[in-house]
């Protein structure tokens, strides 16, 4: 069953907060964006207001959160955005900010969930093409014990396993399946930290904005309340007595016995939310990181990049065309605006294949729509109509007495916008011979060599009276 593509409703939704490793203070604006837009970061406070794509080609820095950098502008800590929006499925938004690192918040996703569902989530008229994994993919780091697998499945679903080696967390599982219930079983998982970390992190100058408030602290050993005062100095915080206590110090308990297992889950999901191509598959991960996360999210870009390559149709559109626009309209009655074929480049007794040059001042645009221009799709349907109707007329005496009419449309689908400046080709194919002046093809239309929409067609053939 097609899914289609989401943005959010509202026209903005905005949150603040401090940075988690910068500790500054941020302004983060969720936007709704236009189909096929995918996931972009603004940074509103640099000159020219750069755009980011959050793809793992932009992907610099993994060290403690995941980092993202394009035409000079850098947004860290992105991962629990990402996870709210891919776990929330929205495919399309905007986020401006204005600083260099998203807003830590309680450590969760959570809160940005609850923003994108207090915004709306609503449905855009493209469908959101799922690319199917039909070959088993892997990252692993044997040393440190990471394993990262995708095998092909017709679902989406995560496979979470962690091990520390710690006697405070043990072995724990998680696990997901088209993110059902993430706002409740996933998003309100924090992140954690060991506090033999804590020092590293600090005098890295990282870490300024978190507080027991936005992170798990597991201390596996005592800590003597001199050792505890030091840290707490060095970390620029309150002291508090913590002597004599192991285990997780924050003073609330956990929301589920198996959190940091959940949490890693919700990082992995944001991280491979930057494969920017919506997937099918199950996804098993052993000690998941950052740096694991996105190698593994590149390997699977990769592959899917390959794939589609393999699959483009490629046409010459150059070369002399078999019919130009003036025979074309030899055989056809349509006239403008209605006539939506430029030139045959291909026909045999049964495949056609035509070309139309969308530009912007096709009447269409004007009111579909005047900020957006968007090819209708049912004027998509009517070119590779018309262009199946040149070939049927083609093989017929006097084609100028006949015309053909519609039957029956099936299983048409739309997988991509058609936009001034794209050059469409239709390719139609019979699919079964003519009798009695009925004629079924199946039709594809193409742009640089991707199908954008398609569908199957039953016309009559029939004399004009």
């Not at 302004?27 to 970061?41: D, H, Q, V």
């Not at 060095?234 to 959940?262: C, H, M, T, Y």
Request: hydrophobic content about 40%; proline content about 4%.
């Amino acid at each position: 069953m097609s899914e289609k593509q989401k943005t959010i409703k509202e026209q903005s939704i905005t949150l603040k907060g401090n940075g988690l490793h910068t500790g500054v203070e941020v302004e983060m604006c969720f936007k709704p964006a236009a189909e096929n837009f995918g996931i972009r970061f603004k940074r509103v406070d640099l000159e020219n207001q750069p755009e980011v794509r959050a793809i793992a080609d932009n992907v610099t820095d993994t060290s403690r959160s995941t980092t993202i950098e394009e035409k000079g502008a850098k947004i860290g800590t992105i991962e629990h955005v990402m996870s709210a929006l891919a776990g929330l499925g929205i495919d399309n938004v905007l986020i401006e900010i204005n600083n260099a690192e998203t807003p830590i918040l309680d450590g969760s996703a959570k809160p940005f969930v609850q923003a994108l569902q207090q915004a709306g989530i609503v449905e855009q008229e493209a469908e959101k093409n799922f690319f199917r994994i039909k070959e088993n993919l892997t990252y692993s780091n044997p040393e440190k014990g990471i394993e990262l697998t995708l095998i092909p499945q017709e679902n989406y679903s995560i496979n979470v396993m962690i091990d520390y080696n710690s006697k405070v967390l043990g072995s724990q599982f998680a696990s997901t399946v088209e993110f059902k219930d993430y706002d409740k079983e996933i998003a309100p998982s924090k992140t954690f930290v060991f506090t033999k970390e804590l020092e590293f992190l600090a005098k890295n100058n990282l870490i300024k904005g978190g507080s027991l408030d936005s992170a798990l602290v597991i201390m596996e050993e005592e800590m003597s309340q001199e050792k505890i005062d030091e840290l707490a100095k060095l970390l620029g915080k309150p002291s508090v007595d913590f002597s004599g206590r192991k285990g997780i110090l924050n003073e609330k308990d956990l929301i589920f016995a198996n959190e940091p297992a959940r949490h890693k889950l919700l990082d992995l999901a944001g991280d491979l939310a930057l494969v920017g191509i919506p997937f099918k598959g199950k996804v098993f991960a052993t000690r998941p990181g950052h740096f694991s996360n996105v190698e593994f999210a590149k390997i699977i870009r990769q592959h899917i990049k390959a794939k589609q390559k393999e699959n483009r149709v490629d046409f010459d559109i150059f070369k002399e065309p078999v019919m130009d626009v003036n025979k074309i309209k030899q055989l056809m009655p349509h006239r403008y605006p209605f006539l939506l074929v430029d030139k045959i480049i291909e026909m045999s007794k049964t495949v056609i294949v035509g070309v139309k040059n969308l530009t912007f001042n096709e009447a269409f645009f004007q009111g579909h729509f005047p900020t957006e221009p968007v090819m209708p799709g049912v004027l998509q349907i009517e070119a590779m109509a018309q262009t199946g109707g040149i070939l049927v007329l083609n093989n017929v005496d006097e084609p100028e007495k006949y015309s053909t009419y519609f039957l029956k449309i099936d299983k048409v689908k739309f997988k991509s916008k058609a936009v001034p400046g794209d050059v469409l080709v239709f390719r139609l194919e019979m699919t079964e011979p003519i009798r009695r002046g009925v004629v079924t093809m199946k039709g594809q239309t193409f742009v640089n060599g991707q199908v954008i929409s398609e569908g199957e067609f039953m016309a009559l053939v029939t004399k004009n009276k």
